[in-house]
């Protein structure tokens, strides 16, 4: 069952629920700003810890969904949260929408990345999406992505994209994209090469 969050400081726990004030108990992902305040993602929204006290942030505040799956901060102190109803981008004061009809691949956002050129990627249920500040760029199974339920996103050194699916990886270098599921992959993915 959810706990809410702890907090151990080298020889305590501090535990905080929805007693003291966060949104919902069942806690998704956690990030720190670069301002430092702590933010947690839940099934029933986002909080804000500052240090001493929660602000809440949930559909009736602007957000267009209350379950949030993930969580980042773009290079501009923007959050970005990803939910089960597209994408959140918060700039301190307000909340932009992004879902299917913006051009996202699907409207459940299971990871998120801001590359080295500053463009944000979407991992959606449905492949997975770049977006420029203006618009979209989609890559799905018949564009070579190995599964179109993508859980996770790495850009690596090199530059190159690596995306973690339910039935292996697929790497998206400058030139293509390639899959890698047969020698690269958990043990339940077992083909002939």
């Known amino acids: 069952t959810a706990k809410g969050i702890s907090k151990y400081d080298g020889r305590f726990f501090t535990y905080f629920t929805t007693a003291e004030g966060l949104c919902n108990n069942d806690v998704t992902c956690i990030q720190e700003d670069r301002s ?87 991992a959606t249920s449905a492949g997975v999406c770049s977006f420029n500040g ?20 790495l850009q690596d050194k090199n530059g190159d994209f690596w995306f973690g699916t339910r039935y292996g990886i697929s790497w998206l270098t400058s030139e293509k994209l390639a899959i890698y599921s047969k020698k690269i992959s958990s043990g339940n993915n077992r083909e002939a090469d």
């Open 36 to 122: 430092g305040k702590l933010w947690f993602g839940t099934t029933a929204g986002v909080s804000q810890f500052d240090g001493h006290a929660f602000t809440n942030y949930t559909i009736k505040k602007g957000a267009n969904s209350n379950e949030i799956l993930c969580m980042m901060e773009d290079r501009n102190g923007r959050m970005w949260f990803g939910t089960t109803n597209g994408a959140l981008k918060y700039d301190g004061h307000n909340f932009k929408h992004f879902t299917d009809l913006d051009g996202l691949n699907s409207n459940t956002v299971n990871s998120m990345l801001e590359d080295s050129s500053g463009n944000i990627w979407f």
């Open 134 to 153: 203006k618009s979209f760029i989609q890559f799905k199974e018949q564009d070579g992505l190995i599964n179109n339920f993508v859980a996770s996103i």
